[in-house]
């Protein structure tokens, strides 16, 4: 199992481009999460899908954020325009059910100049 | 509303002595509760969980937790530490009715001085 896969690994891109973030979840898993890490937030859950569907999206910070899943193995997160304020480590998470907890992917670093 | 809280940022122990990683939560209903692992630049490791049952769990690299209802904790715990056992530990919430997401806490900081 090559557990969830994210890419790119890294991303520098400038002030007002579109930035789109890319994850594979582990294959039958159910739920996909989408997380930020940030040093002055800590991990910060903003989307995430049961079944391929949005469940809960209320922690996506701006209609700039956007979330698709359009099947069970194929992820994006995608951000247009994009600001500053968006360069944090993007986590994506796979996993079961709630009880067995998650499996995280390695995370895209974005760096937003 | 469930949270979590971590309360200490930054805990420090020299390796051989015991450490103490403290954890509390609030949740509706009884809790899932789950500890990770964050070394630099990598995702998140689980280590171990509490789903129902014996109160003290058992994890990964000899890590154990303690839950306690009555003080909705969940502190991790080690008995001898290692310096390879620095990193950045997160606990985490989930509840029965709660979709399967999980809560994590700010993230404490444990370093193992030799």
């Known amino acids: 199992d090559a557990g969830v896969i994210q890419s790119p690994r890294h991303e520098v891109t400038e002030m007002g481009q579109e930035v789109t973030l890319r994850c594979k979840p582990i294959?039958?898993?159910?739920?996909l999460f989408w997380y930020r890490q940030t040093m002055m937030r800590g991990l910060e859950l903003l989307i995430y899908?049961?079944?391929?569907?949005?469940?809960?999206d209320s922690g996506m910070p701006e209609d700039r954020f956007s979330a698709k899943m359009p099947n069970a193995s194929f992820s994006t997160l995608k951000i247009q325009p994009s600001e500053p304020r968006d360069s944090a480590v993007y986590f994506c998470a796979s996993s079961q059910q709630s009880f067995y907890g998650y499996t995280f992917g390695s995370g895209t670093r974005l760096t937003v100049v | 509303a469930q949270s979590v809280a971590q309360p200490e940022d930054q805990v420090n122990v020299a390796e051989g002595n015991p450490l103490t990683v403290k954890c509390t939560y609030s949740v509706s209903g009884n809790p899932y509760l789950f500890w990770y692992v964050q070394y630099p630049n990598r995702g998140l490791q689980f280590l171990l969980k509490y789903i129902t049952g014996d109160n003290l769990v058992k994890g990964s690299y000899g890590f154990e937790a303690e839950f306690n209802k009555s003080q909705t904790s969940f502190h991790l715990k080690k008995p001898s530490a290692l310096v390879s056992d620095s990193a950045l530990y997160f606990c985490a919430v989930s509840g029965y009715n709660q979709g399967g997401k999980l809560i994590f806490g700010q993230g404490t900081e444990l370093s193992v001085k030799p």
């Open positions: 899908f049961n079944n391929n569907v949005p469940i809960d």
């Open positions: 294959s039958g898993h159910d739920y």
